[in-house]
């Protein structure tokens, strides 16, 4: 899924641990150090974070309780 050999993924997942921002064992990650985690990330973490948080916000007009201007079908 990521696009990166296994070994390469190895090698960052031993280092994140020795950092102690994740631990790990096969099949399963947990995030020790989340702050950590994101400033060992490149710039790219905190524009994917903005981009998403943005789409998942609802515009205005999709809220329903704002019915101002809004047409009653009868």
Do not use: H, W
């Not at 960052?12 to 702050?35: F, S, V």
């Not at 790219?44 to 903005?50: D, F, L, P, R, S």
């Amino acid at each position: 899924m990521l696009g990166a050999n296994r070994k390469t993924v190895t090698l960052a997942a031993q280092d994140m641990q020795a950092a102690g921002l994740i631990g790990y064992e096969r099949g399963k990650i947990q995030i020790l150090n989340r702050l950590g985690l994101e400033k060992a990330a490149c710039e790219c973490y905190a524009m994917v974070q903005e981009r998403f948080d943005a789409f998942l916000t609802p515009p205005p007009s999709a809220v329903q309780a704002n019915t101002e201007g809004r047409i009653k079908l009868r």
